[in-house]
């Protein structure tokens, strides 16, 4: 499996910005499915946000996520981002970085095939 570790994570008024880092490592930097998960409260479930692969292409779970949200990787293929602007409180929660340890080349990379975690990140946006 894949070894992630979030950081990031931090308090900020709603309308500001935060960026998220996930490094991993165990995982091929050639062929990889990565994304960022949010699970809103305790007992929710863990929703998906955005999922990268390495072909480069990029998947939102909606629009508006789309348009606040950036998923992207570093040029080692080493450490996830995800850049949070125009922050509401609804967005608040744990925030967890994750990976498909089994996508291969030329395979889907979606929201729900991840099978290895980070322990999460709190956020919390105050209004």
């Known amino acids: 499996q894949v070894q992630l570790v979030e950081s990031g994570g931090d308090s900020v008024q709603a309308g500001g910005s935060l960026r998220l880092s996930c490094q991993a490592s165990?995982?091929?930097?050639?062929?990889?499915?990565m994304g960022w998960f949010r699970r809103s409260a305790p007992g929710k479930e863990r929703k998906p946000l955005a999922?990268?692969?390495?072909?480069?292409?990029?998947?939102y779970i909606d629009s508006v996520t789309e348009r606040r949200f950036t998923i992207s990787i570093d040029s080692a293929k080493t450490t996830l981002y995800l850049q949070m602007n125009s922050l509401t409180p609804e967005g608040s929660g744990i925030y967890y970085c994750?990976?498909?340890?089994?996508?291969?080349?030329?395979?889907?990379?979606?929201?729900?095939?991840?099978?290895?975690w980070g322990k999460g990140i709190p956020v919390t946006i105050s209004s």
């Open positions: 994750a990976a498909d340890s089994y996508f291969k080349f030329g395979g889907f990379c979606g929201f729900y095939g991840m099978d290895s």
């Open positions: 999922v990268l692969d390495s072909s480069g292409r990029a998947d």
């Open positions: 165990g995982h091929s930097t050639n062929t990889y499915c």
